[in-house]
């Protein structure tokens, strides 16, 4: 099986692209390296495996044939969408058109990597695929929300229009080795800010809630629902809720350290609670999270005790 990776040199994109490599498919990553890493797929070297240099908003030709086109280019945390406003947009936009253009020509089967901001602050609670969401669209978080719902739209209109054999995954928090730790999202701060003796720095009141899904358990579901049949969005992510206060706290015990919290003021639209119903991917995939947050906390803690701290 031949797979294209958009986004392969990023935090997933460079577990796809292993996990791929290790169910005996050959292997393209696409990417600008303009949040990705040439690190995390340094170790990927191999026949079957070929990164190309590409800014996925331009037009993109491959002439070797496809069987999957596997859309994960966009930044994807708060620091790179606020610095990157535009090529946020533009990546969701332009990048999901070349994308499924290229899926298109090749009739290969297309799947987009969506994800749960597409709910905005949403006020429903957990959320399930059919609440279409209580986004901004004109506030600073609106870039990357927006550019994944127009890439939703864009994808089931190529579903319909063209015949396009299409999957959505609507990714929730996930989180484990490889992650930035100057990304600027709870998790990777956290353990930064751990490793380093520095105070924890919780935004608002620390009562707001996330779920975790460990990256193994992500990648899972993502192989499970590329040889589905639903072309309906799905949620993958952990519905174990947990407020960020409790999240800090376990970071410092897993990590045997006992560093401040602090407290500092909450972002602009950030959302106050989020939680997948994964009824659908349980019913329709057989997929269940099973990595416990402890033992990934441990897991990922300890891969960048070993690289450092980076």
Known sequence: MRVLVTGGAGFIGSHLCEFLLGRGCHVICVDNLLTGSADNIAPLREARFAFVHHDVTRFMEIPEPLDHVLHFASPASPIDYLELPIQTLKVGALGTHNALGLAKAHRARFLLASTSEVYGDPLVHPQREDYWGNVNPVGPRGVYDEAKRFAEAMTMAYHRVHGLDTRVVRIFNTYGPRMRLTDGRAMPTFIRQ?????????????????????????????????????????????????????????VLRVAGVDNPIVFTPLPVDDPKVRQPDIGRARRLLGWEPR??????????????????GR
């Open 291 to 308: 990595v416990e947050l402890e033992d990934g906390l441990a897991r990922t803690i300890e891969s960048y005790r070993k690289a450092g």
């Open 194 to 250: 751990a490793l380093a003796g520095e105070p924890l720095t919780v935004h608002g009141s620390g009562t707001q809630t996330r779920s975790f899904c460990y990256i193994s358990d992500l990648i899972d579901g993502i192989w499970r629902l590329m040889h589905s049949d639903i072309t309906e969005p799905v949620n993958l992510g952990n519905p174990r809720e947990m407020t960020l206060m409790e999240l800090a706290k376990a």
